[in-house]
């Protein structure tokens, strides 16, 4: 089983009224076969990450090299300054004044870890992209309200579009809507 | 709510002045290459470059050139050398070679450059106001040397110039009924009739305190106001300085009233009211006799003789007496100029029976011309008006001085002048005297003309022009010359021919390289004193002293007010009451209390009863050490003529002054309603028992352990984290440093005012001041120890201590603020963005920031040290030690490949500094002042404790009073 | 308008957005992005500019004075008419007498130097325009630096070259900086520093120099800075 | 308490997501009340007030302001750390209570974290503005500069630019993040087609994918998680300000914790003083609840607490060092000096008043809250005096000391801000949710679903 996005194949759009519902249909069509799935949720639907067996997000990894990148890279800078380039008698400080080097070495670090996990949220996410396939559904924008929809088998070999609808409304799908490739443009 | 909002005062010269005339100053001034040295002052850089046209030999552009001459007051020569940049003079020092000076100066006479360029000069001859031609002078001149001089008066600054000698003789020989006035409101008087009661002749007396064990100052400023303040104050210090615990010391006693200068280095003070010096002299003199004064008759000591008066005064004047006694021929009586003649008398005879005429005091014949005659009286005033009014006088002259303003109330001077059917006024600003004349021509400042003067021991000084007349002034000799009808010739020529006439022998040129005659004091004239006429003359004993009195006295920087436009001098703080921009009624804490009254409150001044009272209102300001029942009031403000800085500030002084009354007169004091905010620039003046202004006496240095472990304590060793010179102490460079002397420091303020004039330091006006926003990057701090009423003053003058660890360094954001291999703590104003968080961490509280732009306007930029950057809005600045001073000496010792030698850096404060009481060098040397200085035993660090290790450290305020019986 | 609380607007049939506007996005991005460097390298980079600093733009003079014919031409030392270079801060331009040294005999009657001559004969400067513009607060001394061992040509380029002259570096901090940190390559004898074309001949000579002057490295800030 | 009985806390009613939805999108779409219409008015008028003010400030001189030498730093820094603090109880509440799981904190974070950003902005103004020449101010940045100079970071303030950069844009990542789901809410349900626009842009796209909620998510926290780290350190970096100096008391290692105990006692002040008449408004009774007001009492009434401790210490280590400048400042000056008056109401303000939260009563009730919390700001501000002016007024050499006082710029840019930070407030009252509702209508689900209520909610069965 596993996440597929929407964009160049022909999918099933199912909508649902609740998380649970949709969690029902996804499991409903696992059993018939299909493998490929991806969700459009109001909020977060626990469980649903699970049972499309996705991973911890890598984002954090990104983060991390990024605070740590630029955090070693203030110190340093903060040091090239001071020792290499332009060394002055400051209070009698010691050119190398380490105490004195790290606020600014934390403040970068955050920033640029925060930056860091924004960015990667938003390009890992497929966004910005204003105009999407979905768009197109009508009633689809009830997705950012109450209603879950689930796009079913995308570029799935296995996906029998009259076998599943059926499968979908039997699983509680409000309304199910075939969804065309991409070449179609606007249906 | 605070008015600090407001801008900076707008009093101060605005600009305005036409382009034309600013084309004809340079063209005048011969400043061709100006722009050069002007680029400095400019935030916009120079586009031109304009060579000379024919470049003077002596001239290296940015190279300043030094020129001797001397600045005049009350006729007494003060020996100058005056910088110049191209032409343009920009800063006065002393004249080493001046016997008035001995390379220091006044407060006033750095302040001079400014007076200098004061844009509110008068500019052009005028007739009621309106533009006139030299031609109506030169008829009205002609006029009045018609008859003989019948109904010619003319009224002149007391003079010691021979050149302007000459010209009176001459007048008084060809125009015999000319009358002459010589007029200063402070010009000395009283010891000139009092040396007339003890000794016959009205003779000056001159001290020479360098032998003086013991000194008594009856109401003598010796060191603050005395046309030889400069000098005595090096005698004494020279005197008191501490080397080590067995360095002899003089003691110095001073009887006053106010808190003077010389009474804040005395080792006693006694607070009295003015009229009572002359009872504490009557009871000195009493006890010298009885203690076996020499040619004294002991009747006289008799005579005087009264029963004890309060005990602490008596115990004091006992112990005035055994110690001048025992120090017989090393020791001097001295009394001021506001003191009666019969107090001046008193101290001669006091001199002259302890042995000390021909030693520590002798007698001269007055340095000015006529002094102690009639012409010199308040008397010959009078007459003038009589004369007025008598319909005697066709044509008035007065040729400098403003006695229209500055001369008894009661006179009416003004008001009879401006009755005088033709009257001309020369002088520097449209005045007072100015505005009751018809005709008035624009005068010559000192550093603008040609002419000669005596000092007050009276050596000769010649005076010579650094920059040719800004407004086409004319001099004093000029207008004489014209009267006596002599041919047209220039200043100079004239100045040679009378000098040549005057002065055979006397090498003109040579001189004025020098900037005195060597050799021409006055000689000293033997005098012994008429006992018998003495003990006439002071038989009867001083009249009763009245309930309250007033002491109207010179202000220690305007003097007369003659300097009362220059902002410098206005914002320059009074030392004893640290007031700017004001005068106000001075008195004890007792006395504002009995009146009702504290710090701003308005006092209504009465002198006189009934029909003839005058009265003035004027802000009370409290000084501790003040004497009870009495009032000092500064004269020279409450200015109504044309300058607009002195304009309608501060009270008038003078309009209390009347000739029955003097001035120091009966007064009466009433609290009235309402309240002036005074422009002072401390508030606290507790130490709060904190190591910042540390001393002792003499005998506890000596014999006193914990003291001087005290003061071991505050420049010992003190735990860092910082390992500031790992490889050890640098030596091969410079290390510079400074060490102030506490014990010889008077507060008299002439470093700041130095320091302000070589540094460009701006004025900011009252309204700043009031919000401690002044600029001087040295200021003298004053503290208050002991009783409220009766304290012991510590002044401190407190500037940048260059720490080598500097608080304020590591807090700059963009290293504005750094610090050299020499030791300097630098401040570069180009890289300030004005955070301010150095001065909140300076300990020391000595940075000071542009609040606004403060920068010199109109003619005054003219005044500023090309060799220093102007400092724009919105960055700090603070003492630099002269780096600029520093940088040059490094440089030219560097191009002769030599080590920077010992007095080659002398910073603008301590070249001006009397008392010689600021060293600087470097401690790299073991052999220089400074070094030598910190190795002494009362050497040390303010907040030593704070770890910043300071490069400036101060000698302690060493005392050395005596048992009092 | 909604009044009422509890209920949402529809939406339309359509998508709000058209599939171009994601191209169009992220083009705005890539815009933005690059407007927002460039913002700042700018500054950066014009600081450093010719027509920044300065450098390389001869200006018009009142006399169209020929560096070439007097160095080059004629061998006239610089401190010949640049004498205060020498013992004050100020090079100098020459006082007009001093052109009229050589001028009241040659080209006296030239039209080109009439500014010369009404200069002497009324006493007016000429009026020559800076070339040779330091920036604003900074104390520059040209007798230490000539004394020391630091030629002409160091600072002014090849004068001998220039018909008018022009600033030839960027006579900025970081240029000063760039020889006060380390002066030893450009010192050069006493008697060879008006020369516009000497050169060390070994490594030895400049240590030699070296060796002769004791240059210091003075990059703390009242070195220029008071 | 159970999942099911927070809910009824938190939620009362349990409305389901479309009414959800529906009302807390609608403060974005109401028609303009006159009041709001009003406050609008009076806060722009105050705003222009503080940019001519401002203008006056660059072109005269910063002597407008009534700051002289000794107290260099005045109403502008004590303004910077007031406003700084204020900005606190945002990131608190919208990090801090994120990681710990508080629920409650779910209906304020967003109207918090807004607070924070203006609060913010507000204080940003000030760094700049007090300086002598604030065209300079980029010179606080490493840059390749013409000069070879560059900034010097040994002093507190390029940290303090670092700091308070950071924080601002790391707090306005953090709020766009949790905004995104709800921009799309609004894409899809805004009343005209400009707005939908407008907040499609602002979305950039969202369409709640399952990719795109799982790195949402992550970034999220990672996002909380350094910003709980980054409260502690701006309020303790710009304590730095003054501990890193030598002056009486600001020399002191106890003000990192002390200034952001304070900041967050001023910032749930503040939040206090700005939910309790926005939540009658906008008629958010059933989101914002009392249950909300105890806990944000709570917390003044604790950190109330670490204040008067933090004073306590520093009364104690002023006498306890024998430093004969701190105890000065400390037991003579601050109690007794000119400003004594400002010592105490201090205390009154901060920590006297504040107790009366010891009440359950106290702590729901909305005027009771209103008013401790208004002079609970007071109290910060005097304190910041008190450290700032009061402090530098008497230091070291005593011929130093002088007075402050305000100008009417002073007071006027003060005020000029209070505006600012207002019209601020007011246009992100109308033109964002402030109630953040993808994230409200989660932690509904959450508590609805949780195994405990699920038996006993039939509410929550699907229709």
Known sequence: MRLAQIGDAPALMAEFSSGPALLAGIRALRDAGVSRFDAFTP??????????????????????????????GAYLLQWWINVIDYPLDIGGRPFHSAPAFIPITFEMTVLFASAAALISAIVLGGLPRLWHPVFEIEGFERATVDRFWLAVGVGDAALDRERDTAALVAAGALRVEWLGARAGGRP | MNDASEPPDSSLPAPGLDRLSRRAFFRLAGAGAAAAGLAACSSRPARNILPYASQPPEVTPGVPLHYATALVEDGFATGVLVASHQGRPTKIEGNPDHPASLGATRARDQAAVLSLYDPQRARSITDRGAPAAWSAIEQLLAGARAHGGRGLHLVLEPTSSPL??????????????????????????????????ALGRALQTQLDLRTADVVVALDADLVGDHPMALAYARQIADRRRVVDTSSPMSRLYMVESGYSPTGVIADHRLRVRPSEVERIARALLAAVIAQGGRGAPAELGAALARPAGEPREAALIAAMARDLTRAAGRCAVAAGDRQPPRVHAI????????????????????????????????????????AIDGGEVTALLVLGGNPAYAAPADLGLAAAIARAPASLYLGLYDNETARACRFVVPGLHDLEQWGAARGYDGTITPIQPLIEPLFGGRSVAAILHELLGDPPATDHARTQDAWARRLPGVDHAAALARGTVAGSALPAVAAEVAWSALAAAIAAPPAAAPALELAIAPHPFLHDGRHTNNPWLLELPEPATKLTWDNAAQLSPRTAAQLGVDTGDLLALTVGAAAAARTLDVPAVVVPGHADDAITLHAGFGRDGGERVARGIGADAFRLWTTAGGLSPAVTAARRAGHRELAITQVHWQLEDRPIALGGTLQQLRDDAALRDELARHRGPQPTLLDRFPAGFPTQHNQWAMSIDLTTCTGCSACVMACATENNTPVVGRGSVLNKREMHWLRIDRYLEGPSDDPVVVVQPMTCQHCENAPCEYVCPVEATTHSPDGLNEMTYNRCIGTRFCSNNCPYKVR???????????????????????????????????VQRIRRAEIDARIADRPIGAHDVVTACQAACPAQAIAFGSITDPASSVSEQRRRPHSYAVLHDQGTAPRTRYLARIRNPGQLP | MHSHANRLADSPMAALFPPWTNTATRVALILLAAAITAAIVTPIVYARMPFATGAGDPLLQPIPFDHRHHVRDDAIDCLYCHEDAERGPYAGVPAAERCMGCHSQIWNDSQLIAPLRASVATGEPIRWQRVHSLPDFVYFDHSIHVNKGIGCVSCHGRVDQMAAVYQVHRLSMSWCLDCHRDPTPHLRPRDQITSMTWTPASPAETAALADHYRPRSLTHCSTCHR | MTAASELDELLPGRPDDAALSAQLLSTTSRPLTRGWKLAFAICAALTVMLFLLVALTVLRGIGMWGNNVPVAWGFGIINFVWWIGIGHAGTFISAILLLLEQHWRTSINRFTEGMTLFAVIQAGLFPLLHLGRPWFAYWLFPYPAEMDTWPQVRSALPWDAAAVSTYFTVSLMFWYLGLVPDFASLRDHAPTRRRRIAYGILALGWRGSVQQWRHHKVAYFLLAGFATPLVLSVHSVVSLDFAITGLPGWHSTIFPPFFVAGAILSGFAMVLVLILPARRVFGLQNVITPRHFDAMAKMVLITSWIVLYSYACELFVGWYSGDRYEMYQHLVNRPFGWYAWSFWLMLFCNCFVTQVFWSRRMRRSPIALFAVALLVNLGMWLERFEIIVVSLSRDFLPSAWHFFSPTWVDLGILTGTLGFFGLLFLGFLRLVPFVPVAELKQMRSELAHAPAAHASTPAEVEP
């Open chain 1, 43 to 72: 909020y977060e639907v626990a469980g649903l990450q699970e049972l499309l067996g996705l991973r911890r997000s890598r984002l954090t990894w990104i983060a991390l090299a990024a605070g740590l990148a630029f955090g070693g």
């Open chain 2, 347 to 386: 101290a001669a005879a006091i001199n002259a029976a302890l042995g000390n005429l021909g030693r520590t005091v002798a007698f001269s014949e007055p340095a000015v011309f006529e002094a102690g005659q009639p012409s010199h009286d308040v008397a010959a005033l009078a007459d003038l008006v009589r």
């Open chain 2, 164 to 197: 302007v000698i000459d010209l009176i003789e001459r007048i008084r020989t060809a125009l015999p009924a000319a009358r002459l006035a010589f007029w200063a409101p402070f010009a000395p008087r009283a010891q000139l009739a009092g040396n007339r009661l």
């Open chain 2, 848 to 882: 000071r920031f542009n609040w606004f732009d403060y920068k010199h306007r109109d003619l005054h930029v003219l005044a500023n040290n090309p060799d220093v950057t102007v400092r724009d809005r919105g960055v700090m600045e603070k003492c630099t030690y002269c």
